[in-house]
């Protein structure tokens, strides 16, 4: 086999590779937020989990950030937060190199405005309560219990805001495999 041909060949298999753990992000980010709940956390275990990344630290640090913010839904969508996080985590700014780091810095930009170009062409926004809109027909105040009971019962942990999570990591997968790759960062099985 010539090195053309190899060159095919792996590249078909980096693909399917490829595919295959976008795959597995969308299956688990469904799945975490169907069971677990709290958009952003969901999508970054289903982005650790599928990759085969974990840290508990990251993982918590997104607590905060589901609904919007602290509940709000006044802010970024949880599943794009925590696509933002995960790819900050791996590709971001390094503290030890705070001065200077910006190739990291800016690819760390690209990939992050790549993730908010998917959003943008899916929904239209970022913006939970916009996407709620979009989504729903209507937006929620999560402090209000029967708002929140309604979000629920609208679908929300059916087929609503689970498709969001389980999109934010299946994009964020696509959109970061080449380069996670190219640096020796995919462990060998998930």
């Known amino acids: 086999m010539d090195n053309q041909e190899w060159s095919r060949y792996t590249g078909d298999m980096d693909d399917t590779r490829k595919e295959q753990l976008a795959q597995r992000a969308y299956a688990l980010g469904f799945s975490y937020e169907q069971t677990y709940r709290g958009c952003a956390q969901c999508t970054l275990a289903a982005l650790q989990d599928a990759l085969g990344l974990p840290d508990d630290q990251v993982f918590r640090a997104a607590s905060a950030l589901s609904s919007g913010g602290g509940l709000t839904c006044a802010g970024s969508c949880g599943g794009f937060a925590g696509g ?43 913006t939970c309560n916009c996407i709620h809109l979009n989504l729903f027909g209507r937006t929620y105040d999560m402090q209000d219990p029967v708002d929140k009971q309604q979000f629920n019962d609208d679908g929300a942990h059916t087929d609503k805001c689970t498709s969001v999570v389980a999109n934010a990591a299946r994009w964020t997968v696509e959109i970061i495999y080449d380069v996670l790759a190219e640096r020796g960062l995919l462990p060998e099985n998930p």
């Open 84 to 126: 933002l996080l995960f790819i900050g985590s791996l590709l971001g700014r390094r503290r030890e190199f705070f001065d200077n780091d910006q190739e990291f810095k800016y690819l760390s930009f690209d990939l992050g405005r790549k993730l908010h170009d998917r959003f943008i062409a899916e929904y239209g926004t970022v």
